[in-house]
């Protein structure tokens, strides 16, 4: 590699770097929640469902984000979109943590996830517009590992400020979210816009000389040219009413089902709930709970890592195969570890450590890059959108049903939850049988995959365009390009 091949890749890095924060914060503010819980229940008195409302009010402002920035996106640019989400998420973390009552934690919770919503589809499609075709799935899997990393400092975080001793230890784990928020402003400010908004707004000159500081200078003039023919073809659509036809169903059914999947294998319950598993597991106190969940969060960024160096070398389809099989397997052995005396919270331990592994190096960056990889240009920020939204809409019910689901089965097993106490407290297999249910999701998906997950590995935006306009089958994508 030459020195100016260098430069590029360096900027290219750098650029994706600042813009993957916006990934961080999203972990972050979904993470930190799981450390502060324990606190928050009983600081304020909750039940297990007023928690499963203070922790769904989050991720419906996440949906309500998501719902309702795709078309600014495209009609203000990606840039200024992240900006803004870089302010919400700032202002946000001072209001959660200074929240005097429920309904004020709920309200600013909701306000926080508006900027997680917004975030979870604009710094992905930002990146995979920046990025060069050879490094488009590296990169944009960046925003993914930066979500590892940031759950793992919200761990690292709760962990540090935890104090058994401290009900109100929650207040400061919330205010470190202003932290990461004000590096992704910062930095934002003097990164460009993606040369693909610029170009579809007309404003060819500047597209071309950002291109050209990413792009390998002997593609420069092909994707430039298959860009604006894309483009051409684009204006003469309407956005709503394209997305929606015959031609692009595909596609939508791709990014719909991908992140129903995504979430429906449980990960997320995981993530919020991690301490309050281990303490249903029998782990004693909040701090250990905590600590228990930090290796979660390590295996999780390094696992994160592994996707990177593999998501382009074995494809989507490979991975999302491995991954999903994994995770079905680790499902089943979670919900074992809840029905096992004794030894039976360590079996849980290293089981969830087996399943995030596999589901980091599969559909936790999956899902975000195959929703920038589908879309037509003009229709690619509503398209990702979309995915955003089915992945904040589906996190929803499955957080907001966890221990409902649990309770359903504990009440079905005549389990009666004595006076101050809660179903996780004292129901341990009721909570274990949820995961069976959500193993049995992860076996759906690989049907669903069989027929649905595109191999777009080392496929141009413009190629996987034409293919969807020739009607061809998503698992044939890649077999058309190599015959």
């Given at each position: 590699m030459n020195e100016k091949a260098k430069h590029r890749k360096s900027v290219v890095v750098v650029i994706a770097s600042i813009a993957a924060t916006g990934g961080l914060l999203f972990g972050f503010?979904?993470?930190?929640?799981?450390?502060?819980?324990?606190?928050?229940?009983?600081?304020?008195?909750?039940t297990d469902s007023q928690v499963e409302n203070v922790t769904a009010l989050g991720l419906i402002g996440a949906v309500v984000?998501?719902?309702?920035?795709?078309?600014?996106?495209?009609?203000?640019?990606?840039?200024?979109v992240i900006l803004a989400s870089a302010v919400i998420f700032a202002t946000g973390a001072i209001w959660t943590g200074m929240a005097p009552t429920v309904p004020q934690l709920m309200i600013s919770r909701f306000y926080l996830g508006l900027a997680i919503g917004v975030s979870s589809f604009s710094v992905p499609l930002y990146i995979s517009e920046i990025a060069p075709t050879k490094i488009r799935g590296t990169l944009v899997s960046l925003f993914q590992l930066l979500i590892t990393v940031g759950i793992l400092a919200a761990y690292l975080s709760d962990r540090a400020f935890a104090d058994n001793s401290n009900l109100e230890s929650w207040r400061p784990m919330l205010y470190v979210g202003v932290v990461?928020?004000?590096?992704?402003?910062?930095?934002?400010?003097?990164?460009?816009?993606?040369?693909?908004?610029?170009?579809?707004?007309?404003?060819?000159?500047?597209?071309?000389?950002?291109?050209?500081?990413?792009?390998?200078?002997?593609?420069?003039?092909?994707?430039?040219?298959?860009?604006?023919?894309?483009?051409?073809?684009?204006?003469?659509?309407?956005?709503?009413?394209e997305i929606f036809k015959p031609w692009l169903r595909n596609a939508l059914i791709i990014a719909v089902g991908i992140m129903f999947f995504q979430q429906f294998v449980g990960i997320n319950t995981v993530i919020y709930y991690s301490p309050k598993i281990f303490l249903s597991a029998g782990f004693e106190g909040a701090e250990a709970a905590i600590a228990a969940s930090v290796i979660v969060g390590v295996v999780n960024v390094l696992f994160t890592i592994v996707s990177l160096f593999v998501i382009d070398r074995l494809g989507r389809r490979k991975l999302y195969f491995i991954g999903v099989s994994g995770i079905a397997a680790?499902?089943?052995?979670?919900?074992?570890?809840?029905?096992?005396?004794?030894?039976?919270?360590?079996?849980?331990?290293?089981?969830?450590?087996?399943?995030?592994?596999?589901?980091?190096?599969s559909l936790g960056p999956l899902g975000w890059l195959i929703i920038t990889e589908v879309f037509p240009t003009r229709v690619r920020g509503l398209?990702?959108?979309?995915?955003?939204?089915?992945?904040?809409?589906?996190?929803?019910?499955?957080?907001?049903?966890f221990f409902k689901m649990a309770s359903a089965i504990g009440n079905a097993k005549d389990v009666v939850i004595p006076e101050g106490k809660v179903l996780s407290d004292v129901c341990p297999t009721c909570v274990g049988s949820v995961f069976w249910i959500f193993a049995a999701v992860a076996l759906i998906g690989l049907v669903w995959g069989y027929y649905f997950i595109p191999e777009t590995k080392g496929v141009t935006l413009e190629e996987i365009d034409a293919h969807w306009r020739a009607g061809k089958k998503p698992r044939e994508l890649k077999k058309q390009r190599e015959m």
């Open positions: 503010d979904t993470g930190v929640i799981s450390g502060a819980i324990p606190f928050i229940q009983d600081y304020f008195e909750l984000g998501a719902l309702f920035t795709g078309r600014i996106t495209d009609y203000l640019g990606r840039k200024k990461p928020a004000l590096i992704l402003l910062i930095g934002m400010i003097f990164l460009p816009e993606t040369p693909r908004w610029l170009m579809s707004k007309g404003r060819e000159e500047l597209g071309r000389k950002i291109l050209a500081r990413t792009e390998d200078p002997e593609l420069l003039d092909t994707v430039i040219a298959e860009m604006k023919k894309e483009i051409a073809i684009d204006k003469r659509q309407a956005g709503w009413k680790a499902l089943i052995c979670m919900g074992l570890g809840f029905m096992l005396p004794g030894a039976g919270k360590w079996f849980l331990v290293i089981s969830m450590l087996v399943y995030i592994a596999f589901f980091a190096i398209g990702s959108s979309i995915g955003s939204l089915s992945n904040w809409g589906f996190n929803t019910l499955v957080v907001w049903t």
